[in-house]
């Protein structure tokens, strides 16, 4: 059902009263619904952010086991976006944001479309504010020298 051991299972499910306190990761909309965030991550740690967002949203409603089944078909979805389709790094900073509900009479965990947001650090919008001014640059000179043609 799930890659996890006993003993990473017991260290989300104890970690998720110290994010519940510490992080509000968690907007409730309904009995059964929730907006989740992770807050800015590196995008190695997701798959561990993701699950016990969820079992922190979830957790007093819906058995340990399909949480942990639901959120690692999520996780199978995100990697695919993240590493596969978007090559973000390990070490990119992102935030992941999405929709999910409890539909009790399928004892499933429900996730709309992930918004994934990916922060540029600011070193890297520099090197990309002068290759802007470069390109500028070039536009500038090509458009002189089709005006005087």
Known sequence: MTNLSEAEERRDVERVEEYRQIYSMVSLKGVYEAELSTGVIRAARFADKIRRVVIAAFGRIAPLEVILRDVGELNKKLYNEIVEKRK?????LIK???DA????????????E?????YIPETELVK????NEKLKGALEK????VSSV
């Open 88 to 92: 973000y790094e390990k070490g990119d």
């Open 96 to 98: 992941i944001i999405i």
């Open 101 to 112: 509900r409890y539909d009790k009479e399928e004892n499933r965990i429900v996730f709309g």
């Open 114 to 118: 992930p918004e994934i947001i990916r």
């Open 128 to 131: 990309l504010k002068e290759e």
């Open 142 to 145: 090509i458009k002189e020298i």
